[in-house]
Protein backbone atom coordinates (compact mmCIF):
# COMPACT_ATOMS: atom_id res chain seq x y z
CA UNK A 1 0.00 0.00 0.00
CA UNK A 2 1.39 3.63 -0.72
CA UNK A 3 2.39 5.55 2.45
CA UNK A 4 0.83 8.89 0.66
CA UNK A 5 -2.98 8.19 -0.13
CA UNK A 6 -4.71 10.66 -1.79
CA UNK A 7 -7.93 11.89 -0.74
CA UNK A 8 -10.51 9.21 -2.87
CA UNK A 9 -8.37 6.06 -1.53
CA UNK A 10 -8.38 7.75 2.23
CA UNK A 11 -11.52 8.31 1.99
CA UNK A 12 -12.37 4.82 1.13
CA UNK A 13 -10.66 3.03 3.72
CA UNK A 14 -12.39 5.10 6.31
CA UNK A 15 -15.84 4.68 4.92
CA UNK A 16 -14.97 1.13 5.39
CA UNK A 17 -14.03 1.32 8.98
CA UNK A 18 -16.76 3.41 9.50
CA UNK A 19 -19.13 0.86 8.55
CA UNK A 20 -17.78 -1.81 11.53
CA UNK A 21 -19.24 0.77 14.04
CA UNK A 22 -21.81 -0.14 16.97
CA UNK A 23 -21.48 2.49 19.42
CA UNK A 24 -23.02 5.91 19.38
CA UNK A 25 -20.34 7.89 17.56
CA UNK A 26 -16.97 6.93 16.16
CA UNK A 27 -14.79 8.94 14.50
CA UNK A 28 -11.21 7.44 12.11
CA UNK A 29 -8.42 9.31 11.79
CA UNK A 30 -5.83 8.20 9.17
CA UNK A 31 -2.40 9.53 8.55
CA UNK A 32 0.85 8.84 6.62
CA UNK A 33 4.15 10.06 5.62
CA UNK A 34 7.70 9.70 4.35
CA UNK A 35 11.22 11.66 6.65
CA UNK A 36 13.83 11.72 5.49
CA UNK A 37 17.26 13.36 6.98
CA UNK A 38 20.62 13.75 6.93
CA UNK A 39 22.98 15.17 10.11
CA UNK A 40 26.47 16.21 10.28
CA UNK A 41 29.05 17.19 12.77
CA UNK A 42 32.67 18.12 12.88
CA UNK A 43 32.11 18.79 9.13
CA UNK A 44 31.03 15.06 7.84
CA UNK A 45 28.28 13.19 7.40
CA UNK A 46 27.36 10.97 10.83
CA UNK A 47 23.79 9.76 10.11
CA UNK A 48 20.49 9.65 7.17
CA UNK A 49 17.87 7.55 7.35
CA UNK A 50 14.59 7.36 5.37
CA UNK A 51 10.90 6.24 7.49
CA UNK A 52 7.87 5.68 6.49
CA UNK A 53 4.47 5.34 8.51
CA UNK A 54 0.76 4.89 7.53
CA UNK A 55 -1.59 4.26 10.88
CA UNK A 56 -5.00 4.12 11.59
CA UNK A 57 -6.72 5.28 14.61
CA UNK A 58 -10.35 4.66 15.76
CA UNK A 59 -12.27 6.24 18.90
CA UNK A 60 -15.64 5.12 19.61
CA UNK A 61 -18.03 6.83 22.22
CA UNK A 62 -20.99 5.46 24.44
CA UNK A 63 -22.60 8.51 26.06
CA UNK A 64 -19.76 10.79 27.40
CA UNK A 65 -17.14 7.43 27.43
CA UNK A 66 -14.43 7.41 24.54
CA UNK A 67 -11.84 4.69 23.82
CA UNK A 68 -9.24 4.91 21.00
CA UNK A 69 -7.31 2.07 19.37
CA UNK A 70 -4.83 2.58 16.84
CA UNK A 71 -3.26 -0.15 13.92
CA UNK A 72 -1.44 -0.20 11.28
CA UNK A 73 -2.53 -3.28 9.52
CA UNK A 74 -4.98 -2.52 7.22
CA UNK A 75 -6.87 -5.65 5.70
CA UNK A 76 -10.54 -6.15 6.68
CA UNK A 77 -9.99 -8.46 9.58
CA UNK A 78 -7.32 -6.09 10.99
CA UNK A 79 -9.59 -2.76 10.61
CA UNK A 80 -12.60 -4.55 12.06
CA UNK A 81 -10.77 -5.90 15.37
CA UNK A 82 -9.70 -2.46 16.06
CA UNK A 83 -13.10 -1.14 16.23
CA UNK A 84 -14.15 -3.79 18.43
CA UNK A 85 -11.07 -2.63 20.84
CA UNK A 86 -11.98 0.97 20.74
CA UNK A 87 -15.20 0.02 21.63
CA UNK A 88 -13.94 -2.09 24.74
CA UNK A 89 -12.07 0.53 25.85
CA UNK A 90 -14.81 3.19 25.89
CA UNK A 91 -17.36 0.93 27.64
CA UNK A 92 -15.11 0.50 30.61
CA UNK A 93 -13.77 4.22 30.42
CA UNK A 94 -15.08 6.91 33.02
CA UNK A 95 -17.61 9.50 31.58
CA UNK A 96 -15.81 12.34 30.81
CA UNK A 97 -17.95 15.73 31.60
CA UNK A 98 -16.79 18.00 29.20
CA UNK A 99 -17.08 15.37 26.14
CA UNK A 100 -18.80 17.37 22.97
CA UNK A 101 -20.45 15.38 20.38
CA UNK A 102 -18.60 14.90 17.63
CA UNK A 103 -19.40 17.48 14.58
CA UNK A 104 -21.03 16.97 11.10
CA UNK A 105 -20.04 18.16 7.50
CA UNK A 106 -17.91 21.41 7.61
CA UNK A 107 -16.75 23.42 4.95
CA UNK A 108 -12.92 24.05 4.62
CA UNK A 109 -11.29 27.01 2.94
CA UNK A 110 -8.83 25.71 0.18
CA UNK A 111 -5.22 25.57 0.99
CA UNK A 112 -1.98 24.18 -0.48
CA UNK A 113 0.75 23.48 1.98
CA UNK A 114 2.12 20.63 -0.26
CA UNK A 115 4.98 20.36 -2.95
CA UNK A 116 5.94 18.18 -5.50
CA UNK A 117 9.73 19.24 -5.22
CA UNK A 118 9.69 18.06 -1.48
CA UNK A 119 8.10 14.75 -2.19
CA UNK A 120 10.79 13.83 -4.81
CA UNK A 121 13.52 14.35 -2.14
CA UNK A 122 15.98 11.54 -2.21
CA UNK A 123 19.42 10.52 -0.32
CA UNK A 124 21.08 12.10 -3.89
CA UNK A 125 19.65 15.11 -3.29
CA UNK A 126 20.16 15.32 0.77
CA UNK A 127 23.90 14.42 -0.09
CA UNK A 128 24.24 17.46 -2.56
CA UNK A 129 22.57 19.67 -0.15
CA UNK A 130 25.19 18.88 2.74
CA UNK A 131 27.93 19.02 0.57
CA UNK A 132 26.89 22.85 -0.41
CA UNK A 133 26.93 23.40 3.46
CA UNK A 134 30.16 21.37 4.11
CA UNK A 135 32.34 22.27 1.32
CA UNK A 136 32.85 26.05 2.48
CA UNK A 137 33.86 25.60 5.81
CA UNK A 138 36.15 22.88 4.92
CA UNK A 139 37.85 25.64 3.00
CA UNK A 140 37.89 28.28 5.42
CA UNK A 141 38.84 25.72 8.25
CA UNK A 142 35.58 25.72 9.68
CA UNK A 143 33.63 23.51 11.78
CA UNK A 144 30.25 22.52 11.06
CA UNK A 145 27.49 20.56 12.44
CA UNK A 146 24.07 20.33 10.65
CA UNK A 147 20.61 18.79 10.15
CA UNK A 148 18.00 18.57 7.25
CA UNK A 149 14.90 16.73 7.70
CA UNK A 150 12.24 16.49 4.95
CA UNK A 151 8.62 15.56 5.27
CA UNK A 152 5.72 14.66 3.18
CA UNK A 153 2.78 13.51 4.91
CA UNK A 154 -1.13 12.94 4.58
CA UNK A 155 -3.83 13.13 7.32
CA UNK A 156 -7.49 12.57 6.77
CA UNK A 157 -10.54 12.52 9.18
CA UNK A 158 -14.03 10.69 9.64
CA UNK A 159 -16.80 10.19 11.52
CA UNK A 160 -20.32 8.90 11.54
CA UNK A 161 -21.80 12.42 11.52
CA UNK A 162 -20.84 12.49 8.20
CA UNK A 163 -17.67 14.79 8.74
CA UNK A 164 -14.95 13.95 6.27
CA UNK A 165 -11.33 16.23 5.73
CA UNK A 166 -8.31 15.40 3.88
CA UNK A 167 -4.36 17.56 3.79
CA UNK A 168 -0.92 16.70 2.61
CA UNK A 169 1.67 18.36 3.50
CA UNK A 170 5.38 19.24 2.91
CA UNK A 171 8.36 20.72 4.63
CA UNK A 172 12.10 20.75 4.72
CA UNK A 173 13.80 22.24 7.99
CA UNK A 174 17.70 22.76 7.29
CA UNK A 175 19.72 24.40 10.40
CA UNK A 176 23.88 25.06 10.76
CA UNK A 177 25.65 25.95 13.45
CA UNK A 178 29.69 26.82 12.34
CA UNK A 179 32.57 27.30 15.12
CA UNK A 180 35.82 28.94 14.46
CA UNK A 181 38.66 26.02 14.23
CA UNK A 182 39.53 27.50 18.31
CA UNK A 183 36.03 26.58 19.20
CA UNK A 184 35.70 30.70 20.10
CA UNK A 185 33.43 31.79 17.02
CA UNK A 186 30.13 30.42 16.57
CA UNK A 187 27.58 31.00 13.99
CA UNK A 188 23.93 30.02 13.52
CA UNK A 189 21.55 29.93 10.44
CA UNK A 190 17.94 28.06 9.64
CA UNK A 191 15.50 27.89 6.98
CA UNK A 192 12.36 26.51 6.71
CA UNK A 193 9.86 26.07 3.66
CA UNK A 194 7.34 24.30 2.06
CA UNK A 195 8.89 23.90 -1.56
CA UNK A 196 12.59 22.97 -1.38
CA UNK A 197 13.48 24.16 -4.44
CA UNK A 198 13.36 27.66 -1.94
CA UNK A 199 16.15 26.14 0.15
CA UNK A 200 19.61 27.07 -0.02
CA UNK A 201 21.95 25.27 2.56
CA UNK A 202 24.68 26.84 1.23
CA UNK A 203 22.97 30.77 1.09
CA UNK A 204 22.64 29.62 5.26
CA UNK A 205 26.25 27.89 5.73
CA UNK A 206 27.38 31.45 4.23
CA UNK A 207 25.48 33.54 6.92
CA UNK A 208 26.76 31.02 9.80
CA UNK A 209 29.89 31.23 8.94
CA UNK A 210 30.10 35.22 8.35
CA UNK A 211 28.62 35.07 12.17
CA UNK A 212 31.26 32.37 13.62
CA UNK A 213 34.53 34.44 11.94
CA UNK A 214 32.76 37.73 13.42
CA UNK A 215 32.45 36.27 16.51
CA UNK A 216 35.79 35.17 18.10
CA UNK A 217 37.34 37.05 20.61
CA UNK A 218 34.29 38.16 22.53
CA UNK A 219 34.47 41.02 25.30
CA UNK A 220 32.63 40.87 28.27
CA UNK A 221 30.01 43.88 28.38
CA UNK A 222 27.97 44.40 32.18
CA UNK A 223 24.65 43.19 32.33
CA UNK A 224 21.79 45.14 32.11
CA UNK A 225 19.18 46.71 30.16
CA UNK A 226 20.49 47.25 26.32
CA UNK A 227 18.56 48.52 22.65
CA UNK A 228 18.34 44.99 21.20
CA UNK A 229 17.93 43.86 17.65
CA UNK A 230 16.34 40.62 17.75
CA UNK A 231 16.93 38.38 14.52
CA UNK A 232 14.01 35.84 13.97
CA UNK A 233 15.88 33.11 15.25
CA UNK A 234 15.91 34.88 18.31
CA UNK A 235 12.07 34.95 18.21
CA UNK A 236 11.26 31.64 17.21
CA UNK A 237 12.93 28.01 17.28
CA UNK A 238 12.08 25.15 15.65
CA UNK A 239 13.49 22.88 18.79
CA UNK A 240 13.22 25.06 21.35
CA UNK A 241 10.96 27.09 23.74
CA UNK A 242 11.06 30.58 21.94
CA UNK A 243 8.90 34.31 23.13
CA UNK A 244 7.06 34.72 20.28
CA UNK A 245 5.52 31.00 20.18
CA UNK A 246 5.14 31.63 23.98
CA UNK A 247 2.97 34.92 23.40
CA UNK A 248 1.10 33.10 21.00
CA UNK A 249 0.13 29.58 22.34
CA UNK A 250 -0.86 31.25 25.64
CA UNK A 251 -3.81 33.02 24.08
CA UNK A 252 -6.44 30.35 24.81
CA UNK A 253 -9.48 32.04 26.73
CA UNK A 254 -10.38 29.21 29.34
CA UNK A 255 -7.08 29.78 30.98
CA UNK A 256 -7.47 33.71 30.65
CA UNK A 257 -10.89 32.60 32.13
CA UNK A 258 -9.58 30.93 35.10
CA UNK A 259 -7.32 33.44 36.06
CA UNK A 260 -4.08 31.62 34.43
CA UNK A 261 -3.16 33.86 32.48
CA UNK A 262 -1.25 37.04 30.75
CA UNK A 263 -4.58 38.16 29.46
CA UNK A 264 -6.57 37.42 32.92
CA UNK A 265 -8.22 40.38 34.77
CA UNK A 266 -7.63 40.36 38.47
CA UNK A 267 -10.84 40.46 40.12
CA UNK A 268 -12.49 37.72 37.13
CA UNK A 269 -12.96 38.42 33.51
CA UNK A 270 -10.40 38.46 30.43
CA UNK A 271 -8.30 41.44 29.16
CA UNK A 272 -10.26 40.79 25.35
CA UNK A 273 -10.82 44.38 23.78
CA UNK A 274 -7.48 45.92 25.58
CA UNK A 275 -4.66 47.29 23.95
CA UNK A 276 -1.92 45.52 25.50
CA UNK A 277 0.69 46.46 22.73
CA UNK A 278 2.54 48.75 20.64
CA UNK A 279 -0.10 49.44 18.07
CA UNK A 280 2.14 48.39 15.27
CA UNK A 281 1.74 44.84 16.46
CA UNK A 282 -1.12 43.06 14.48
CA UNK A 283 -0.42 39.20 14.57
CA UNK A 284 -3.43 36.94 12.61
CA UNK A 285 -3.05 33.33 11.73
CA UNK A 286 -4.28 32.40 7.86
CA UNK A 287 -4.07 28.74 6.91
CA UNK A 288 -3.86 30.14 2.83
CA UNK A 289 -0.77 32.14 3.59
CA UNK A 290 0.80 31.53 0.24
CA UNK A 291 4.72 31.91 2.71
CA UNK A 292 3.04 29.54 4.92
CA UNK A 293 0.46 27.72 4.18
CA UNK A 294 -1.05 25.37 6.61
CA UNK A 295 -3.70 22.79 6.81
CA UNK A 296 -7.45 23.61 6.49
CA UNK A 297 -8.70 21.50 9.45
CA UNK A 298 -7.82 21.43 13.31
CA UNK A 299 -7.35 18.24 15.03
CA UNK A 300 -10.87 17.80 15.85
CA UNK A 301 -12.60 18.49 12.42
CA UNK A 302 -12.66 22.45 13.22
CA UNK A 303 -12.50 24.84 10.38
CA UNK A 304 -8.80 26.59 10.21
CA UNK A 305 -9.81 30.00 9.73
CA UNK A 306 -8.24 33.52 8.79
CA UNK A 307 -8.16 35.29 12.52
CA UNK A 308 -6.62 38.04 13.93
CA UNK A 309 -5.56 37.75 17.20
CA UNK A 310 -4.02 41.03 18.30
CA UNK A 311 -4.78 44.20 15.79
CA UNK A 312 -2.89 47.18 16.34
CA UNK A 313 -1.83 46.45 20.08
CA UNK A 314 -5.46 45.21 20.55
CA UNK A 315 -6.28 41.62 21.95
CA UNK A 316 -8.94 40.79 19.18
CA UNK A 317 -9.68 36.89 19.16
CA UNK A 318 -8.61 34.00 21.47
CA UNK A 319 -8.97 30.41 20.98
CA UNK A 320 -11.61 28.52 22.54
CA UNK A 321 -12.62 24.58 22.96
CA UNK A 322 -15.41 23.31 21.99
CA UNK A 323 -16.43 22.65 25.50
CA UNK A 324 -15.39 25.94 26.36
CA UNK A 325 -16.90 27.86 23.54
CA UNK A 326 -20.44 26.32 24.07
CA UNK A 327 -19.91 27.12 27.91
CA UNK A 328 -19.49 30.98 27.40
CA UNK A 329 -22.07 31.24 24.38
CA UNK A 330 -19.20 32.15 21.58
CA UNK A 331 -17.86 31.19 18.36
CA UNK A 332 -15.42 27.99 18.86
CA UNK A 333 -12.27 29.24 17.05
CA UNK A 334 -9.62 26.67 16.97
CA UNK A 335 -5.93 27.60 17.89
CA UNK A 336 -4.03 28.73 14.29
CA UNK A 337 -2.09 26.04 12.84
CA UNK A 338 0.19 29.01 11.96
CA UNK A 339 0.98 32.77 12.49
CA UNK A 340 2.12 35.97 10.69
CA UNK A 341 3.38 38.89 12.51
CA UNK A 342 3.33 42.18 10.44
CA UNK A 343 6.37 43.98 10.02
CA UNK A 344 7.64 46.96 7.96
CA UNK A 345 10.30 47.40 5.24
CA UNK A 346 13.17 47.57 6.65
CA UNK A 347 16.17 44.67 6.13
CA UNK A 348 18.39 43.66 9.18
CA UNK A 349 21.17 45.99 7.79
CA UNK A 350 18.81 48.99 7.71
CA UNK A 351 17.57 48.41 11.41
CA UNK A 352 21.46 47.73 12.37
CA UNK A 353 22.59 51.46 10.38
CA UNK A 354 19.58 53.40 12.77
CA UNK A 355 21.23 52.22 15.99
CA UNK A 356 23.09 54.30 17.91
CA UNK A 357 23.72 51.84 20.96
CA UNK A 358 22.58 47.95 20.88
CA UNK A 359 23.27 44.39 20.59
CA UNK A 360 22.32 42.18 18.01
CA UNK A 361 21.33 38.64 18.79
CA UNK A 362 21.47 36.27 16.47
CA UNK A 363 19.57 33.56 18.71
CA UNK A 364 18.14 32.51 22.20
CA UNK A 365 18.10 29.26 23.48
CA UNK A 366 17.47 27.19 26.67
CA UNK A 367 14.58 29.29 27.35
CA UNK A 368 12.52 28.43 30.42
CA UNK A 369 9.00 29.90 32.05
CA UNK A 370 9.64 32.11 35.07
CA UNK A 371 5.97 33.31 35.71
CA UNK A 372 2.68 32.02 33.43
CA UNK A 373 1.15 35.43 34.22
CA UNK A 374 3.13 38.07 33.16
CA UNK A 375 5.01 35.45 30.74
CA UNK A 376 8.48 36.16 32.25
CA UNK A 377 11.27 33.93 30.84
CA UNK A 378 14.40 33.28 31.10
CA UNK A 379 17.01 32.19 28.68
CA UNK A 380 20.74 32.44 26.98
CA UNK A 381 21.81 34.03 23.60
CA UNK A 382 24.22 32.24 21.44
CA UNK A 383 25.88 31.85 18.18
CA UNK A 384 26.54 34.83 17.28
CA UNK A 385 26.10 38.23 19.64
CA UNK A 386 27.31 41.96 18.74
CA UNK A 387 27.65 45.21 20.16
CA UNK A 388 26.46 47.92 17.79
CA UNK A 389 27.52 51.85 17.74
CA UNK A 390 27.03 54.16 15.20
CA UNK A 391 25.42 52.06 13.28
CA UNK A 392 28.01 49.59 12.70
CA UNK A 393 28.89 46.43 14.45
CA UNK A 394 32.27 47.41 16.48
CA UNK A 395 32.65 43.81 18.25
CA UNK A 396 31.67 40.49 19.50
CA UNK A 397 30.49 40.09 23.29
CA UNK A 398 29.78 37.56 25.48
CA UNK A 399 26.38 35.97 25.74
CA UNK A 400 23.75 37.11 28.32
CA UNK A 401 21.10 35.56 30.34
CA UNK A 402 18.09 37.62 29.98
CA UNK A 403 14.73 37.60 32.19
CA UNK A 404 12.05 39.27 29.79
CA UNK A 405 8.60 38.73 29.06
CA UNK A 406 7.11 39.08 25.58
CA UNK A 407 4.45 41.18 26.66
CA UNK A 408 6.96 43.93 27.78
CA UNK A 409 8.77 43.33 25.16
CA UNK A 410 5.97 44.35 22.21
CA UNK A 411 5.47 47.66 24.49
CA UNK A 412 9.47 48.65 24.03
CA UNK A 413 9.06 48.42 20.36
CA UNK A 414 11.00 50.67 18.31
CA UNK A 415 11.37 49.02 14.72
CA UNK A 416 10.37 46.40 13.15
CA UNK A 417 11.84 44.51 9.69
CA UNK A 418 10.71 42.72 6.63
CA UNK A 419 8.97 39.39 8.09
CA UNK A 420 10.50 36.34 7.18
CA UNK A 421 9.47 32.55 7.54
CA UNK A 422 10.81 30.55 10.25
CA UNK A 423 9.69 27.29 12.35
CA UNK A 424 6.52 27.58 9.40
CA UNK A 425 5.34 31.59 10.71
CA UNK A 426 5.91 34.53 9.29
CA UNK A 427 8.23 36.70 11.98
CA UNK A 428 9.96 40.28 11.38
CA UNK A 429 13.39 41.08 12.90
CA UNK A 430 12.56 43.27 15.94
CA UNK A 431 14.27 46.13 17.24
CA UNK A 432 13.65 46.78 21.46
CA UNK A 433 14.78 48.81 23.98
CA UNK A 434 15.26 48.11 27.45
CA UNK A 435 15.72 44.39 27.14
CA UNK A 436 16.87 42.77 30.11
CA UNK A 437 20.26 40.94 30.47
CA UNK A 438 20.86 39.78 33.92
CA UNK A 439 24.06 37.80 33.65
CA UNK A 440 27.14 36.99 31.75
CA UNK A 441 27.26 33.20 30.30
CA UNK A 442 30.81 32.20 28.95
CA UNK A 443 29.54 29.56 26.15
CA UNK A 444 29.79 30.73 23.02
Not at 201 to 225: C, H, V, W, Y
Amino acid sequence: MAIILTKEEAKKIIDKVLSYSKSDEMSVNLSGGRTGNIRYARNSVSTSGESTNLSLGVTSVYGKRSGTATINEFDDASLEKTVRRAEEIAKLAPENPEYMPMLGPQTYLNTDPYSENTAKMDPNFRAQATFESLDPCRKKNLTAAGYMEDSTRFNAIGNTKGLFAYNRETSVEFSITVRTADGMGSGYATQDVTDVSKLSTKNMTEIAMQKAMASSSARALEPGKYTVILEPAALVSNVDASLMVALVRSMDARNADEGRSFLSKKGGGTRLGEKLFDERVTIYSDPTNLEVPNGAFSGDGRPQEKVTWIEKGVVKNMPYSRYWAEKKGVHATPAGGNFIMEGGTQSLADMIKSTEKGILVTRLWYIRPVDPQTLLYTGLTRDGTFYIENGQIKFPVKNFRFNESPVIMLNNLEAMGKPVRIGGNLVPPLKIRDFTFTSLSDAV
